[in-house]
């Protein structure tokens, strides 16, 4: 079983791909050549499949379960669910107070998703709670296969699944209508297509060598259409059309592509790697993120079409010219440039906002919802939901970065670097605006990064089970992944354990007063 614990990017074992050896027209290409742009075998796995269901079954029942429960709006509903059921009423947000358009700082695809929900089961808690449940299973889903992708285990992939599934912050945000959970989705798939570009270029490089072609002789690189980089492009931007917050990922992600493509070709070697078909790489970057604003455009279609949104005509309403197309693409920047001036100066007080420094560690969890009527069968009850991660897991999240760092460096594996690059980009920006501008924020704007978070632990989590070298006492490997495993299941089984603990304030339940206190356990900073 391949693990994390694998070393160096270019010498990462897998079985040959399909196709190669001794067939007609194929040329012998070097073993270790073929070693270096070696991927994962992409015959069928039943098994992986089956741990990919039975996970995601659990998955949808902790999701779907009472979602309807408790009634009406919590939190952030007020405004999301609101917006989406006038969406598909008039084709933009509505403000009733002034029966007109409504302003609103958020682009619109995460309400259109929500509304869909609503076209099936109306305006009720189910019809708009409905969309973020199915997005918060889906990504246990990709996690499972992209986990699947990169460590080539069906034991961690189970473990990264199982891991997401019993994290209360993420059940929280998947049973809630509010946006981040969408916006946490399309950045996962976004990611899990950069990898599956990654593999697409190192087979086409090994076709292509098999095929004749000679980096000594040839000087200009081989045309690979990067097709799952196109399809990056397209979820890239239905993040962005979610959050604006996407954006921050993009350099992050455009590097990690250049990177791979690059050590790609030195595998084939590509003499002068990084220059030889880097104007490619940037063209294709370039088209990717032209599919990602065309996408974002899109997402705009109902304030587009229509006479009354926000802003609409803010051109000719100020007595300026508005050219078709052009003139509303300039009241729509018009539109962006409010906006961004809210983001940038919202610095109001919120009893719930965190700073990022605190959000890894649990500091300020935000509470969704709170009563206490009822009868629990004592003489004081409490309900709350608590958007709250699984502590034991989350608690995790920082030795694991630590470990990641140091695994990326000292085995040179791009598996490492790639899971932190998506932990960076989702959180190293706002302590630059928190340092900055001193803006209102809130913990639930981790979730872009949490599933970079969940794969950092299960990287550290096969380097346990499969330690490489020997060890000062001598004994067998066996004995070594012996002790491993019953390390990692050990640390699985209390996530599983603090998870059903927490349970009740991750779904509201009606619990005693006592009960509720107790897990409490940083007291005023959780309440």
Not at 298 to 326: I, L, M
Not at 399 to 425: E, H, K, N, Q, S
Not at 490 to 507: E, H, I, M, R, S
Request: charged share 15%.
């Amino acid at each position: 079983m391949t693990t994390a614990a694998t070393a160096d990017t270019d010498l990462t074992p897998a079985d040959p791909p399909a196709g190669t050896g001794s067939s007609p027209g194929v040329r012998d290409v070097p073993e270790i050549v073929r070693r270096r742009l070696s991927t994962l075998d992409q015959r069928f796995n039943p098994y992986s499949w089956l741990i990919t269901l039975i996970i995601v079954v659990v998955a949808g029942i902790l999701r779907f379960a009472g979602l309807d429960k408790p009634k009406g709006y919590i939190f952030d509903e007020v405004y999301y669910p609101t917006d989406a059921w006038d969406m598909l009423q008039h084709g933009f947000e509505w403000d009733e107070k002034v029966n007109g358009a409504a302003y609103v700082v958020h682009p619109p695809l995460g309400k259109w998703l929500i509304a869909l929900g609503e076209t099936v089961y109306g305006n009720t808690e189910l019809g708009w709670r409905f969309s973020t449940a199915v997005a918060g299973t889906l990504m246990v889903l990709i996690l499972i296969r992209i986990a699947f992708r990169l460590f080539h285990s069906i034991v961690l992939a189970g473990i990264a699944g199982l891991l997401m599934t019993l994290d209360g912050f993420q059940l929280v945000l998947s049973r809630t209508s509010l946006l981040d959970i969408f916006i946490g989705l399309f950045i996962l798939m976004t990611f899990g297509a950069l990898v599956l570009d990654r593999d697409h270029y190192r087979r086409r490089w090994l076709r292509a060598l098999e095929r004749g072609y000679d980096p000594e002789k040839t000087p200009t690189v081989p045309l690979i259409v990067p097709w799952w980089l196109l399809v990056a492009g397209i979820t890239f931007g239905m993040a962005c059309s979610v959050k604006w917050s996407a954006v921050f990922f993009a350099p992050f992600f455009a590097a990690l592509v250049i990177v791979w493509r690059v050590q790609a070709r030195r595998s084939a070697g590509v003499r002068g790697p990084v220059l030889a078909g880097i104007l490619g790489d940037l063209g294709w970057l370039l088209l990717c993120f032209g599919l990602a604003i065309g996408v974002y455009l899109a997402s705009w279609t109902g304030w587009f079409v229509t006479d009354n949104g926000y802003f609409r005509h803010y051109r000719a309403d100020n007595g300026w010219s508005e050219p078709p197309v052009v003139g509303a693409l300039l009241n729509l920047a018009h539109y962006h440039s409010e906006a961004f001036n809210f983001h940038t100066g919202l610095t109001e007080k919120h009893t719930y906002q965190s700073w990022p420094w605190q959000w890894l560690l649990l500091g300020r969890p935000v509470a969704f919802y709170w009563s206490t009527a009822g009868n629990c069968g004592a003489p004081s009850c409490a309900a709350e939901i608590l958007l709250l991660g699984t502590p034991v897991l989350w608690w995790s999240f920082l030795p694991a970065l630590g470990a990641l760092a140091w695994f990326g460096i000292a085995r040179r594996d791009w598996r490492a670097y790639a899971i932190m690059t998506g932990a960076v980009a989702g959180l190293l920006p706002w302590f630059y605006f928190a340092v900055k501008d001193g803006r209102t924020m809130f913990a639930f704007y981790v979730m872009p990064a949490l599933p970079f978070l969940i794969l950092a632990v299960v990287y550290v989590l096969g380097a346990i089970m499969t330690p490489p070298g020997g060890m000062a006492t001598g004994a067998s490997r066996s004995d070594r992944q012996l002790i491993g495993a019953v390390a990692v299941s050990t640390y699985v089984v209390l996530v599983a354990l603090c998870f059903a603990y927490f349970y009740p304030v991750f779904v509201g339940t009606l619990l005693p007063y006592d009960d509720w206190s107790v897990r409490m356990w940083l007291g005023g900073r959780w309440i």
